[in-house]
């Protein structure tokens, strides 16, 4: 797992890239940078978790742990929605289209580097390489992201997302966009009346969702998807908690459901 940091105008944000089946143990998430962070938001819609199973589940043990361990106890969001069988369908063909492409892309290269030599094939060869790795790297690249500490490696995030909006899922984009709006909507104008200041906050998502980080910093963008999705009923996610937040408080042992009154 590996992160990125940046800020929008209300909040800062670490977005931590995790692999699902792997223990999701980042620096920052552990002592003493635990200590600065206001927030920790879980995904939980794909994996189908709610706010008790999250406790189980062998990815967030560390972070819980530390958590449980640390002096501030930073609060624990839950966003997500859960998807559909459909849902899941949908995003798994979107992500063998780009693969095709990328095959497709880079067979043609090597048929137009076979031909006789000349400046332009060699151009056209050029080209559909770099579309071929740059096809590859919208979904490998942030495979390489989820598996490595520190740093997330630029390009790929952007790549990743990017593409997301030419063939936005329910399984990746709608969930994106439906968790920046429940954070940069909801939690942050809530930590910042607690607080008294801009909060500093961590999202623990799959690598594949990068595209959080666009929707937490261009409204526009995620209220594009949304309106989007709003129109076909949200076809994709089962829809019982679209317009709730779960918050849990290790420090105090309070687990309480926010409803957000149709904010979707």
Wanted: net charge neutral; aromatic share 10%; hydrophobic share 40%.
């Amino acid at each position: 797992m590996s992160y990125r940091k940046f800020s929008t105008e209300n909040a800062d944000y670490y977005l931590v890239y995790a692999a699902h089946k792997e223990v999701t143990d980042e620096d920052i998430l552990r002592q003493p940078e635990i200590e600065s962070l206001d927030a920790i938001v879980l995904e939980s819609g794909e994996l189908g978790y709610n706010e008790t199973e999250i406790f189980i589940d062998t990815q967030y043990s560390e972070i819980i742990k530390n958590i449980k361990q640390s002096q501030k106890k930073p609060l624990i969001y839950l966003v997500d929605v859960n998807v559909t069988e459909e849902g899941e369908l949908g995003g798994s063909i979107r992500d063998v289209a780009y693969l095709t492409l990328g095959v497709g892309l880079s067979l043609g290269a090597i048929r137009d580097f076979k031909k006789k030599s000349n400046r332009r094939q060699f151009l056209k060869g050029g080209l559909k390489t770099l579309a071929a790795l740059s096809t590859f790297s919208i979904h490998f690249g942030q495979i390489i992201n989820s598996h490595i500490k520190g740093k997330a490696i630029p390009v790929f995030p952007e790549l990743n997302s990017a593409a997301g909006y030419f063939l936005p899922t329910s399984l990746h984009e709608l969930r994106n966009a439906i968790t920046a709006r429940k954070i940069e909507e909801f939690i942050v104008p809530k930590l910042q009346k607690e607080l008294g200041k801009k909060p500093l906050i961590a999202i623990v998502y799959g690598g594949f969702h990068a595209g959080i980080e666009t929707d937490l910093k261009y409204v526009q963008l995620r209220d594009v998807v949304l309106s989007i999705y709003k129109k076909i009923d949200y076809a994709g996610i089962k829809k019982h908690n679209l317009n709730a937040v779960f918050e849990i408080d290790l420090k105090n042992g309070i687990y309480g459901r926010h409803d957000l009154n149709n904010m979707f």
